[in-house]
């Protein structure tokens, strides 16, 4: 057996307890971090004179050789290995000799296994905002190259008010940036080194932690042993930061999902981004979209199942927080593939531009009737109700607003004008609305170059 204990035991352990209890089967993709938290270890200990300058070079080389034997596929795992540090540290020692025993003096699987767990989150930050980055260069370049092209905008999924498809798609843009900084408080909240905090109390050897801190490219160190080995908070971090990622994606995927289909067609997917039917030759479904939306599903479990796991922990370090590794990996494995899907789908996106004009309906431009009321100096609530009564006057004759004769307004308010009929124009309601974040060409020109700078500067 290849245990890092057992000396007070009698009795092995029983053959279900190992398959209950080993974590390698998940943990094994610790080993990198692993391996750099024992070489930075090792040099530590030097300065704690635990170690000679001999020895822990003789360390160092054996460990860079079990990096290679991980990077090259030749590592050969041994039926004792319960954990990727049992992994790591049995080898180690048959590369190295009795010396390689030497190397968790002074330390807990507590305060390694938390080590490791942070320097993968905060490389899981670093992939997964190039991925965000690159979803985003997508969005934006579909926004440039139809900035100013109408379609109708929608609240409870009925038409409202016109907008372009460029604004409609930087709305996708921005929960993005939210997401970056999200990420990045993950990140900052991960780099925290627990290591020489030993499985509750603190190392007994004089290892300088801010010289291990510096080594693993931590911001800082821990300040209290004991909350060190228990702390999960970045992981919970890192689960809602990926859990809002998703349910971003999940938003943009339904109503691609809507603007593709026959009732709407505003757009065309890719065929490559698309699949058929084992019964039906003519069907195209969105099943890429349909999966970003059901993933979605499955990042919030992961999320609620570690808080759930979290809550109730009484001491340090508790056997539940193995449980804290799967949904971490799931999450960043589950987003590894859907940004780059959905930048894939963005990417090779059709618009159908006819189809988003033909749904240009004088409803959508209510809004605008009330404001040339409000311009020729009618109080805003008086006239809201008095285009709802056009609106009304409208559909029990069964035709759109622009077919009401002037009579027929005047006949509501005598504030409607001969040039009442110039409000029916989708590029000026568009237009009017030029402030800051609006669909006029400006403000979208200004909200395009915003979009790009952030990208750049991220």
Request: aromatic share 6%; glycine share 8%; proline share 4%.
């Amino acid at each position: 057996m290849n245990q890092l204990w057992g000396g007070r035991f009698q009795k092995p352990t029983a053959v279900l307890l190992r398959k209950f209890n080993d974590s390698l089967p998940f943990d094994v993709r610790l080993a990198d971090e692993d391996i750099r938290g024992s070489i930075a270890w090792a040099r530590g200990l030097v300065g704690a004179g635990v170690l000679t300058s001999d020895e822990a070079q003789t360390l160092v080389d054996g460990l860079v050789q079990v990096e290679q034997e991980f990077a090259t596929g030749s590592f050969v795992f041994a039926p004792g290995d319960e954990d990727v540090h049992t992994a790591v540290e049995r080898r180690l020692t048959e590369i190295v000799g009795a010396v390689g025993g030497k190397l968790h003096t002074g330390r807990s699987r507590n305060d390694q296994v938390a080590t490791d767990f942070r320097l993968w989150v905060m490389g899981a930050v670093e992939a997964l905002r190039e991925h965000v980055a690159h979803l985003q260069q997508a969005l934006i370049a579909s926004a440039e190259a139809n900035l100013h092209t109408p379609m109708p905008g929608y609240t409870h999924l009925q038409h409202a008010q016109p907008v372009t498809w460029g604004h409609w798609v930087l709305s996708h843009f921005w929960p993005l940036t939210r997401d970056v900084a999200r990420l990045d408080g993950a990140r900052g909240m991960a780099s925290e080194l627990p290591l020489g905090s030993a499985a509750l109390a603190g190392t007994a050897y004089p290892v300088d932690r801010r010289f291990l801190a510096q080594e693993l490219g931590f911001a800082r160190v821990s300040a209290n042993s004991l909350d060190a080995v228990s702390n999960r908070d970045f992981a919970t971090d890192f689960l809602y930061a990926a859990t809002m990622i998703s349910l971003h994606l999940s938003r943009l995927a339904e109503q691609l999902i809507l603007f593709s289909s026959s009732e709407f067609g505003f757009v065309s997917l890719d065929d490559a981004y698309s699949t058929g039917s084992s019964l039906m030759p003519q069907k195209k479904n969105p099943d890429t979209l349909e999966l970003t939306r059901g993933k979605a599903g499955r990042l919030i479990g992961n999320l609620t199942g570690l808080l759930a796991t979290l809550k109730g922990l009484p001491s340090s370090y508790d056997k539940d927080l193995q449980e804290d590794k799967e949904p971490v990996f799931d999450a960043f494995d589950t987003l590894d593939v859907a940004l780059p899907v959905m930048a894939g789908v963005i990417g090779t996106l059709t618009l159908r531009p006819e189809r988003m004009a033909a749904q240009l309906e004088p409803n959508l431009l209510a809004t605008d009737l009330a404001d040339y009321l409000v311009k020729r100096g009618v109080p805003f609530r008086e006239a809201h109700h008095l285009v709802g009564q056009v609106v009304r006057a409208a559909e029990a004759r069964g035709v759109p607003l622009t077919a009401l004769a002037l009579t027929d307004l005047q006949a509501i308010s005598p504030h409607f004008g001969a040039d009442v009929l110039g409000v029916f124009d989708v590029a000026v309601s568009l237009a009017s609305r030029n402030v800051t974040g609006g669909t006029g060409p400006e403000a979208l020109q200004e909200q395009l170059l915003a979009a790009q700078t952030a990208v750049k500067d991220g």
